[in-house]
């Protein structure tokens, strides 16, 4: 998974549940085709590498303390002590692949590991009729200079 993922806010998006018991998307999810290469969203220690529920995961923990869980893996390349760098290949992608950030023990929108989404400029009417819509925009890479 490069750091610049072709979209995370299409297949599931993250939903902070209400509770710790309550419903939501602790993560993003993702439908990509099998075998896509993961790769670290940033350097850090390889934490965990196991499977949970017939589920492969992987757990970095980076320099900040936030932990990043990539999940539903149909590969691994990396073992439990591990030290990885950011863009390092992790593993591989199964049809569906999940990516999940916490803080502590708190789950947090993971979608700035990815970038930022950026929409073009645009000029609003001031007769009162309707705005046009303002389409999908861009993801922007987190070390991007583009504008926009």
Known sequence: MPNCWPDPFGEDPFRLPACTYCPGNRGIEFAPEPGQPVAAVAAGRVTFVGTVAGTVYVVVEHADGRRATYGRLGAVAVSRGASVVA???IGATTDAF???LREGDRPVDPTSMFGRRRYPLRLLPTDGSA?????PGRLVCPNSTARG
């Open 87 to 89: 863009g390092q290949r």
């Open 98 to 100: 999940y990516f999940g």
């Open 131 to 135: 705005a046009p819509p303002v389409g």
